[in-house]
């Protein structure tokens, strides 16, 4: 199945959702005689609980009802213009993932119980198929058991795994990791951190001290710092964003957990508030559930066959 | 928590004040602002609407027009509205009919089960319970064992037939050791799954007849969004749900799940995790957190930390000393164990009526290595530098630096400002003080935190 396709699937049961209700307010507002009017209130409102109901959020939501009440006009089916919306708000948040030195390091952070550990052994599979050599390291010393877990992921996707003791400073466990990546020839460094509330300032200032090591040993790295966010999460999900960009540099956001029925609307919130381009997206519980996040494909999926 | 839907009405509350009469505009303006703030807090779109339109019958009612204090009176309806809608059920478990008691932990992925069938066996231990604990999540990697490791930190009892990979057979083994072996409260932590996860959903059922749970409490994360509603529902459709926990509330999420699940799904919110630590999981009392939300503070959590973290005997000593004028470096290190004892600093300052919305605490968070610097520096002086802090000089301080790991200048700050302090208490003649008092206290302590000079 293609990965369109495998997004498609586990954005189903989402889609029914959204479309039912979406097609309600769209097959009234598309009618041919409805076209060359102005959206009436009633399919604005309906509009606005939509995006709301998918945790879209006030600015997002807003921008994308007052473009389509003003443009309401010009013959286009209001479907066609709530996309466009979502297209520009996800193409305003594009940016080039730094690359050029070696290892290539990538920090996984987030807050707990979002799937970071999980993620890591994702993306190390990912990376392995498309012909990299990763490595994982267990810098998660504070939650019981996170190293076993990972191990187990690292297993299973066949990859290496740099790990300490529960209790170790996780910085050295980095600086263990990227100098063990660099002579066995390893890359991505995959870096599994623990969950923390961006609110514990003492905890946001030892993931600043990880950094300071990384871009020690590897200059410019960590070249990707991904905030693991779970699609189930609310607006505070655009607080974490900004607060983990301030803290953390991060520089790219993991959707996971889309195959419930949330909607992970935050996403177009924290594209639209803060520009943090969405990287990958978690659509599963098995290895493979995690794809490359291509904003054409979400919204097609989001929007597609019925309307 | 709650902290920006609380800054938010109080704003609006401060417009509305200033005004000796109502007009529908300013409800009206009043009652976007409420409704923003309760979106962004993530209450739910329905409640939210609901709610609006209840607060503004009654606000356009005659009885407020014609107040002389249509703000206060607005208020107080928010407030009996948002009381309404949270439930007066107040929190904890309800006593059990039947022994053991048995607890059924449900609920999504990450959501913070495995950590709460911890917290709420040191709770019921705290109780005079006697709970064992049984994890059937056989699914995510090393679940299990993270649960072993939570209940030995605890000294709780945690049973883990070995080699047993069926989630059913993994809950009755631990009721049989129950019966067996006299525990009177079984916790039994399950996998997380997705509500509409058929398969899972079957064995959940599965386990729940196998135990016959009294308690079948859903862990919701306090970030969750608009999604928390749905999948509660499902859950209680499905397995029954008799009351929620609300997790992660230590962070600023809003927790306006909290409102919505009470008010759409109907049950009640029994605790709320507000810690990383074990012993942070309380029994959730709705009318507090409104009050917290209306910028009343939560006075009432605050003595029951500081009750429970205060030895009695200690504090009239204490209040004896400083009125003697006899306070030591000794007291003075008690009294900051103490005050650490209740918990994180800043959850304490989000309790203090006012402080929450206070822009300069937001700015400057206590930092609680400071307090563990003062801590060495007071635990490397010898007893009686302790006693007579006048003795410490130039090469004790030395001694003193090198002891506690910090500088001679920290040393120096601290007596300094130990002095100060002294001053002061001898000023405010024990616990009195006037506000002129406090207000000087409150900085001295703030500033020590953040290891400033005064």
Known sequence: MSLFGRLRESLSRTTTQIVERFDEIVRRADEPEQRSRPVDVDTIEALEELLIMADVGMPATEQIVNAVSTRARRGEGLRDMVKDELRGIFAASAQPIPNGTTPHVVLIVGVNGTGKTTTVGKLANLSKNSGQRPLVCAADTFRAAAVEQLEIWATRAGVDIVRAREGADPAAVVFDAISSGRSRGRSPVLVDTAGRLHTRVNLMNELEKIRRVASREVPGAPHEVLLVLDATVGQNGVTQAREFMGAAGVNGIVLTKLDGTARGGVAVAIAHDLKLPIRYVGIGEAMEDLIPFSPDDYIEALFQETW | ?454
Do not use: Y
């Open chain 2, 1 to 454: 928590m709650f902290d920006s839907l609380s800054d938010r009405l109080q704003g609006v509350f401060k417009t509305l004040r200033g005004q000796t009469r109502l007009t529908e505009s300013t409800v009206e303006a009043a009652l976007r602002e409420i409704r923003l703030a309760m979106l962004e807090a993530d209450v739910n779109f329905k409640v939210v609407k609901a709610f609006v339109d209840r607060v503004r019958d009654r606000a356009m009612g005659q009885e407020v027009m014609k107040s002389l204090t249509p703000a206060q009176q607005v208020v107080k309806i928010v407030r009996e509205e948002m009381i309404a809608l949270f439930g007066d059920t107040e929190g904890g478990l309800k006593p059990a009919a039947r022994s053991p008691r048995v607890i059924l932990l449900l609920g999504l992925q990450g959501s913070g089960k495995t950590t709460t069938a911890a917290k709420l066996a040191r709770w019921l231990t705290k109780q005079g319970r006697h709970p064992i604990l049984v994890s059937t999540d056989v699914r995510r990697p090393a679940a299990i064992q993270q649960l072993n490791v939570l209940a030995q930190k605890a000294s709780i009892r945690a049973c883990d037939p070995a080699g047993e990979l069926d989630p059913v057979k993994r809950a009755s083994a631990a009721m049989t050791e129950a019966a067996n072996t006299g525990f009177d409260v079984v916790i039994v932590d399950t996998a997380g799954r997705l509500h509409i996860d058929d398969e899972l959903m079957v064995e959940l059922q599965a386990i729940k007849d196998a135990v016959q749970p009294t308690d079948q409490l859903f862990v919701a994360d306090a970030m969750t969004g608009q999604d928390a509603i749905k999948s509660a529902g499902e859950f209680n459709h499905r397995v029954g749900v008799t009351g929620v926990v609300l997790s992660k509330l230590d962070g600023d999420a809003r927790g306006g799940a909290a409102l919505s699940v009470v008010s759409v799904v109907g049950v009640p919110i029994a605790f709320v995790g507000s810690g990383e630590r074990i012993e942070d999981l309380e029994p959730f009392h709705p009318d507090r957190v409104v009050s917290r939300i209306l910028g009343m503070g939560d006075v009432l959590s605050l003595i029951e930390k500081a009750e429970a973290a205060i030895d009695v005997e200690q504090a009239e000593r204490l209040e004896q000393k400083i009125r003697l004028d006899d306070f030591t470096l000794e007291d003075f290190r008690e009294q900051l164990r103490t005050i650490r004892k209740m918990g994180p600093l800043e959850s304490l300052i989000g309790m203090i009526p006012g402080m929450g919305s206070m822009k300069a605490l937001a700015d400057h968070k206590p930092d609680e290595k400071q307090l563990t610097r003062i801590d060495a520096i007071i635990s490397s002086m010898t007893a009686e530098e302790r006693r007579k802090q006048d003795i410490i000089n130039g090469s004790r301080r030395k001694r003193i630096a090198r002891g506690s790991g910090t500088s001679v200048e920290e040393v120096n700050r601290l007596l300094k400002q130990f002095v100060q302090m002294r001053k002061m208490l001898k000023s405010i003649g024990g616990m009195g003080g006037g506000k002129k008092g406090r207000r000087k206290a409150m900085g001295m302590l703030h500033a020590m935190e953040h290891g400033r000079r005064n």
